[in-house]
């Protein structure tokens, strides 16, 4: 039996079905949790891989509109060239 660090709930879980570093989730009030100890068994608050995902997806599109906005130049210039071709 563990301790769930964020709400105090005990939670079941057999020391011998889980490994250090597995990854569990609290029945009440739904924290991402990590074994960090077996002997006792421990319960620690896990890292939030969901806010890492995010800011990667958010460099992405910020990448992606940058280069968006080089693609929006090239087109205008050629846009002005074309409209040059039709002045003459």
Do not use: H, Q, R
């Amino acid at each position: 039996m563990a301790t769930c660090p964020e709400c105090d709930a005990e939670i079941e879980v057999d020391e011998y079905d889980v490994d250090k570093g597995d990854l569990l989730n609290c029945p009440e009030c739904g924290s991402n949790l990590e074994v960090t100890g077996l002997t006792p068994l421990e319960l620690d608050l896990a890292a939030d891989d969901d806010e890492d995902e995010d800011e990667d997806e958010e460099d992405e599109i910020e990448k992606e509109d940058e280069l968006g906005d080089d693609d929006d130049d090239v087109d205008e210039d050629e846009d002005a060239e074309e409209e040059e071709d039709w002045d003459e």
